[in-house]
């Protein structure tokens, strides 16, 4: 008798449902989509070969001989120096509480040609909850936030640590630099009420005349209080109010933020449910056609598709595929790939769009266009796997025009 | 056509091929062939990773890596056992590397007193029962787990088994005893 077959109790009654589930467990058809673009790309891309690697690896060998050598005496000048301080700037001076901690200093951002002439010392501190680092009048700081993060503090301005070991900007300007994380990590930081997530860009807070601002230079940003999230991109920039009380009635609402250059954001509350139901969006849709409720999947899909990422992608492709399978509205259909091309030009589907208007046209029997669409998809894509075939259907295309000509 | 919402466009002269002609073909450089293997293998590539316990943020990247060294060292698969065999022994070397990795940026986090990452939640894996089980999974040792995985998820024999870890075919029934035990014994105790 096969194990589990006849569950004694609850307790196996449980595993058998969790491993049949299990075994149903086989992702689902866009991620497999994405996944093998991705391979694809990586397989046209040649295997460094040996040769290579020990090339590369002498390279970098040399280069860390040649840093070592250009390294080591200047940081054996600085250890050596007694005074580590730039003589023209005085020292920063830490809050009176807390255990004070002090900086190489610069001149603040008022002054950016001397500011990059001059760059401060990168100032490591203990990064625990109440420890303050305070840059006054003139004065500036580089402050190491761990994980190879940085802020660049510029005069008049307080960082400290909070409960959860998080930086916190209190007071002032402070310039960001954060590198990737790795996959699945997140860097973040606190301004006031809100909460700043990062998975790896450069940003500017600024926190001073009750209001909050944030301006990204770099990658992406995103702004949280409670439950609720703004998301910021490279030129954008954002002001919220600094205390609780008129953060709570403002929100993220726009009323508030006169500087906001971002694009305009829904309100909070829906901004804050639409990630997941963005991600949710194809298995919706999936269920809504399998239902057989078509409109309510285009609804869904069309929501999707407004918005960015993989799944906007994904949703505007499976548009095309409904028109033409289940509304059977082929020119349709390749009225939607073309706008998918146009949005998605390097997209991960692509190549199934580009195929797609080919196998529509054809099936309609519009031999002109599909000649010219198997034409560039051959052009366009030079290496697909597809190629064989979509040589074959224009060497049929032709044969065909040439009979119609003929006749 | 309708059932075929969500699936890719189908080529035109796709046969349902062996693996091994299908390996001989990607060895010649055959593309669609190349396609053909990986819609084959993708959704049981997935599913073993997910039981390894990938977590699902990672899902995708371990998929591209196992199928990028599949593809690499095809050439090297000399047709001695099945090719699902030979891809499950890479699918669980990787899933045992990544388990490796993940653990150590989890003391790396502590160290460096990162915050921790929101965790991620597949939206086709609502159900409850799966979840449980992956937290059951979590608490065996690797090896009894991918044991435990292969025969009883992906329906391996244990002749199969032995193939895929390495080991003789006696120990597969020693770890599939001792694991079947350990997780009636986990789910008894989450249960109650």
Same mark, same amino acid.
């Given at each position: 008798?096969?194990? =589990? !077959? %006849?569950?004694?109790?609850? $307790?196996?009654?449980?595993?058998?449902? #969790?491993? /049949?589930? +299990? &075994?149903?467990?086989? @992702?689902?058809?866009?991620?497999?989509?994405?996944?093998?673009?991705?391979?694809?790309?990586?397989?046209?891309?040649?295997?460094?070969?040996?040769?290579?690697?020990?090339?590369?690896?002498?390279?970098?060998?040399?280069?860390?001989?040649?840093?070592?050598?250009?390294?080591?005496?200047?940081?054996?000048?600085?250890?050596?120096?007694?005074?580590?301080?730039?003589?023209?700037?005085?020292?920063?001076?830490?809050?009176?509480?807390?255990?004070?901690?002090?900086?190489?200093?610069?001149?603040?951002?008022?002054?950016?040609?001397?500011?990059?002439?001059?760059?401060?010392?990168? =100032? !490591? %501190?203990?990064?625990?909850? $109440?420890?303050?680092?305070?840059?006054? #009048?003139? /004065?500036? +700081? &580089?402050?190491?936030? @761990?994980?190879?993060?940085?802020?660049?503090?510029?005069?008049?301005?307080?960082?400290?640590?909070?409960?959860?070991?998080?930086?916190?900007?209190?007071?002032?300007?402070?310039?960001?630099?954060?590198?990737?994380?790795?996959?699945?990590?997140?860097?973040?930081?606190?301004?006031?009420?809100?909460?700043?997530?990062?998975?790896?860009?450069?940003?500017?807070?600024?926190?001073?005349?009750?209001?909050?601002?944030?301006?990204?230079?770099?990658?992406?940003?995103?702004?949280?209080?409670?439950?609720?999230?703004?998301?910021?991109?490279?030129?954008?920039?954002?002001?919220?109010? =600094?205390?609780?009380?008129?953060?709570?009635?403002?929100?993220?609402?726009?009323?508030?933020?006169?500087?906001?250059?971002?694009?305009?954001?829904?309100?909070?509350?829906?901004?804050?449910?639409?990630?997941?139901?963005?991600?949710?969006?194809?298995?919706?849709?999936?269920?809504?056609?399998?239902?057989?409720?078509?409109?309510?999947?285009?609804?869904?899909?069309?929501?999707?598709?407004?918005?960015?990422?993989?799944?906007?992608?994904?949703?505007?492709?499976?548009?095309?595929?409904?028109?033409?399978?289940?509304?059977?509205?082929?020119?349709?259909?390749?009225?939607?790939?073309?706008?998918?091309?146009?949005?998605?030009?390097?997209?991960?589907?692509?190549?199934?769009?580009?195929?797609?208007?080919?196998?529509? =046209?054809?099936?309609?029997?519009?031999?002109?266009?599909?000649?010219?669409?198997?034409?560039?998809?051959?052009?366009?894509?030079?290496?697909?796997?597809?190629?064989?075939?979509?040589?074959?259907?224009?060497?049929?295309?032709?044969?065909?025009?040439?009979?119609?000509?003929?006749? | 056509?309708?059932?075929?919402?969500?699936?890719?466009?189908?080529?035109?002269?796709?046969?349902?091929?062996?693996?091994?002609?299908?390996?001989?073909?990607?060895?010649?450089?055959?593309?669609?062939?190349?396609?053909?293997?990986?819609?084959?293998?993708?959704?049981?590539?997935?599913?073993?990773?997910?039981?390894?316990?990938?977590?699902?943020?990672?899902?995708?990247?371990?998929?591209?890596?196992?199928?990028?060294?599949?593809?690499?060292?095809?050439?090297?698969?000399?047709?001695?056992?099945?090719?699902?065999?030979?891809?499950?022994?890479?699918?669980?070397?990787?899933?045992?590397?990544?388990?490796?990795?993940?653990?150590?940026?989890?003391?790396?986090?502590?160290?460096?007193?990162?915050?921790?990452?929101?965790?991620?939640?597949?939206?086709?894996?609502?159900?409850?029962?799966?979840?449980?089980?992956?937290?059951?999974?979590?608490?065996?040792?690797?090896?009894?787990?991918?044991?435990?995985?292969?025969?009883?998820?992906?329906?391996?024999?244990?002749?199969?088994?032995?193939?895929?870890?390495?080991?003789?075919?006696?120990?597969?029934?020693?770890?599939?005893?001792?694991?079947?035990?350990?997780?009636?014994?986990?789910?008894?105790?989450?249960?109650?």
């Amino acid at each position: 008798m096969k194990w =589990l !077959e %006849t569950p004694h109790d609850e $307790g196996e009654h449980l595993l058998r449902e #969790g491993l /049949e589930q +299990a &075994r149903r467990r086989t @992702g689902d058809e866009i991620m497999h989509r994405r996944v093998w673009g991705k391979v694809n790309d990586a397989l046209a891309r040649p295997k460094l070969r040996f040769s290579g690697r020990l090339a590369l690896a002498s390279a970098a060998l040399v280069l860390l001989f040649a840093g070592g050598l250009f390294g080591f005496p200047r940081l054996a000048a600085y250890v050596a120096s007694p005074d580590t301080t730039v003589a023209t700037a005085p020292e920063v001076p830490a809050s009176p509480a807390p255990p004070a901690t002090s900086a190489r200093t610069a001149p603040a951002f008022a002054e950016p040609q001397s500011a990059t002439a001059e760059q401060a010392a990168l =100032l !490591e %501190t203990e990064r625990v909850p $109440g420890h303050v680092v305070r840059t006054r #009048g003139g /004065e500036r +700081a &580089r402050v190491a936030l @761990g994980g190879g993060a940085e802020a660049e503090l510029a005069e008049n301005s307080v960082i400290t640590w909070d409960r959860q070991r998080r930086p916190s900007i209190e007071q002032g300007n402070a310039r960001l630099s954060v590198p990737r994380q790795p996959p699945g990590w997140r860097f973040s930081l606190t301004a006031g009420p809100y909460v700043v997530t990062v998975v790896g860009t450069k940003f500017e807070v600024h926190v001073a005349n009750r209001t909050v601002g944030i301006g990204v230079t770099e990658g992406v940003v995103e702004v949280w209080r409670g439950g609720r999230s703004t998301r910021l991109v490279a030129g954008d920039s954002w002001t919220g109010p =600094l205390y609780p009380d008129e953060a709570r009635a403002a929100s993220f609402a726009p009323s508030v933020r006169p500087r906001l250059h971002a694009p305009p954001l829904a309100k909070p509350a829906a901004s804050a449910k639409a990630a997941p139901s963005a991600s949710r969006g194809p298995q919706n849709a999936r269920a809504a056609l399998q239902s057989g409720d078509t409109g309510k999947a285009v609804e869904i899909l069309t929501r999707t598709a407004q918005g960015s990422g993989p799944a906007a992608e994904n949703a505007a492709y499976e548009l095309g595929r409904i028109a033409r399978y289940h509304l059977n509205r082929p020119r349709q259909a390749v009225a939607l790939w073309d706008k998918y091309r146009i949005r998605f030009p390097s997209g991960l589907l692509r190549t199934e769009a580009d195929l797609s208007i080919v196998d529509t =046209l054809s099936s309609l029997g519009d031999v002109r266009a599909a000649l010219t669409e198997a034409q560039a998809f051959l052009l366009r894509h030079p290496s697909s796997e597809r190629r064989a075939d979509v040589q074959k259907l224009v060497e049929r295309l032709r044969a065909t025009e040439s009979a119609a000509g003929q006749r | 056509m309708a059932s075929n919402q969500f699936t890719r466009t189908p080529l035109p002269n796709q046969a349902v091929l062996a693996d091994a002609e299908l390996v001989r073909a990607c060895r010649a450089g055959d593309m669609t062939a190349w396609r053909g293997l990986y819609d084959r293998y993708a959704p049981l590539v997935h599913r073993f990773s997910a039981a390894l316990g990938v977590p699902v943020e990672e899902r995708e990247d371990a998929a591209q890596d196992i199928f990028i060294a599949v593809f690499r060292s095809l050439r090297h698969f000399r047709g001695e056992a099945q090719l699902s065999t030979w891809i499950y022994r890479i699918a669980a070397r990787h899933a045992i590397r990544l388990g490796r990795r993940r653990r150590a940026r989890d003391l790396m986090r502590l160290t460096m007193l990162k915050e921790k990452p929101p965790i991620a939640i597949d939206p086709s894996e609502h159900s409850t029962h799966v979840a449980l089980l992956d937290r059951m999974l979590a608490k065996l040792p690797a090896k009894k787990r991918t044991v435990l995985v292969l025969f009883e998820i992906e329906g391996l024999s244990a002749k199969e088994i032995s193939e895929v870890v390495g080991c003789p075919e006696n120990t597969v029934w020693s770890r599939l005893h001792h694991a079947r035990a350990e997780m009636v014994k986990a789910a008894r105790r989450m249960v109650s």
